[in-house]
């Protein structure tokens, strides 16, 4: 069964104030590691895929990376716009053949000015 | 470009009242899912359709059907709801070309059951 654990549950950091989000995986075949971003009452906003352990992306202020067991979110130099709960999911398999995403329960972080 | 609609945004419904959820992609994308997320939870997908034509179960089916109705519409139904289905559901959509995935979201349904 495919599992995925987020670590912290919540992170509090200051403006400007770097730090890493966890996303452990076990997952049979990896295929993709999603990372979203959530706001309260609005839907997770895609932000990475990755495929392969050594792959890196960017978008502004975040930077994912990803090993054969665990991704993490490295967000530089914060400001409080980066508040927002962050998700991890896995993808193990082709969708077209019934594989689906496994989420993760999520990093609440607040970013204080 | 609208992405992924779902609709209603909010509904309170009575236990034992019925309705289906709506959820429309614009992206051509071929596989389209239901979550629900409740807290402490995370987001637990219900049913999902790889392609056209078909559906399965996923994780919490029970209480729920599902309808493919074309490519870009689908919808989910609640025939008898229960106050543990209060809870917001996402709609999402997926396409896996081989080389990469896409994978977006609507923005939720929030509904209530009393």
């Known amino acids: 069964e495919d599992q995925v654990t987020q670590s912290p549950e919540a992170l509090r950091l200051q403006e400007g104030e770097s730090s890493s989000l966890n996303c452990s995986y076990t997952?049979?075949?990896?295929?993709?590691l999603f990372w979203y971003r959530q706001d309260p009452g609005k839907g997770p906003e895609f932000l990475f895929t990755?495929?392969?352990a050594g792959e890196e992306k960017e978008k502004e202020r975040l930077k994912a990376t990803l090993t054969k067991k665990e991704s993490f979110l490295h967000i530089t130099a914060p400001k409080p716009e980066d508040s927002a709960t962050y998700l991890c999911a896995v993808q193990a398999g082709r969708l077209i053949s019934g594989s689906r995403l496994t989420f993760g329960e999520g990093t609440q972080l607040t970013v204080n000015p | 470009n609208a992405g992924v609609t779902q609709t209603p945004k909010f509904q309170v419904l009575k236990t034992g009242q019925s309705m289906t959820l709506q959820c429309a992609q614009d992206?051509?994308?071929?596989?389209m899912y239901w979550y629900r997320q409740d807290p402490g939870m995370g987001l637990r997908l219900i049913y999902y359709s790889a392609s056209e034509g078909t559906t399965d179960k996923g994780e919490v089916p029970n209480g729920y059907n599902v309808s493919r109705l074309n490519k870009r519409e689908f919808s989910l139904r609640l025939e008898s709801a229960a106050p543990s289905q209060t809870s917001v559901y996402f709609c999402a959509s997926y396409r896996d070309s081989g080389a990469s995935t896409e994978a977006f979201f609507g923005q939720g349904t929030r509904l209530t059951v009393v």
């Open positions: 997952v049979s075949g990896l295929r993709g």
């Open positions: 992206m051509n994308h071929n596989s």
């Open positions: 990755l495929y392969s």
